[in-house]
C-alpha cells in the first residue's frame, strides 16, 4: 500500500476505532479515558499560509478530540512511507500549522495539540533534523501490531 491509502486506513480506525484511538492518544500523552472525537480529517486538509508557516501545506490526519475537562487537543500526523524524506521545510512547519490553525472553528478549535510522525522505525536514524520537529514518534511496526496493513508496507 502507498501513503495516501495507509492514511486512509489510520484515519478510518481512528474514525471508528475507540479502542486504537484510545492507544493513539496514549501514545501522545494525552488522557485515555474521558474523551470524545470532535473531528477526524483523513483527506489531507490543506491550510492557506498563516503565521510563520510560509506556504500551503497539507496535515495527512487530523484528529481533534475534548477531554472529560471540556479541552479539545489535536493530532497533527503525517505518515512517511519507508526512506522516504521530507519536502524542504515539510517537517518545520508541522508544529507551525498545529499553532496557526489552533482555536479556528474551522479545525475543531483545539487549543493543545502534538505532531505526531507514523513511519519506519529507522525513520529518526535516517532523518533526524526532521523527525525532531514530531513529538511523538510510532512506527509502522507498532502501528502493524493494530493495523495489519502497516506491516505490509512496500
Known sequence: MNEKELDLVLGGALKTNDEF??????????DRIGWQRVLVRDDWPWGAPRGEQAKFRETD????????????????????????????????????????????????????????????????????EE???FDVHISYEELADHLPQFGASP
Not at 484511538?21 to 494525552?30: E, K, T
Not at 512511507?81 to 507551525?96: C, E, H, N, T
Not at 493543545?112 to 535516517?126: E, N, S, T
Open 21 to 30: 484511538l484510545s492507544w493513539m492518544l496514549d501514545r501522545a500523552g494525552y
Open 61 to 128: 490526519v487530523l484528529v481533534v478530540c475534548e477531554g472529560a475537562s471540556g479541552t479539545r487537543f489535536a493530532l497533527h500526523i503525517e505518515n512517511k512511507g519507508p526512506r522516504r524524506g521530507f519536502d524542504l521545510d515539510q517537517a518545520r512547519d508541522y508544529p507551525r500549522r498545529a499553532r496557526a490553525w489552533a482555536s479556528t472553528d474551522k479545525w475543531g478549535a483545539y487549543t493543545d495539540w502534538k505532531c505526531v510522525l507514523v513511519a519506519p522505525k529507522d525513520h529518526a536514524r535516517l532523518f533526524p
Open 131 to 133: 523527525c525532531a520537529f
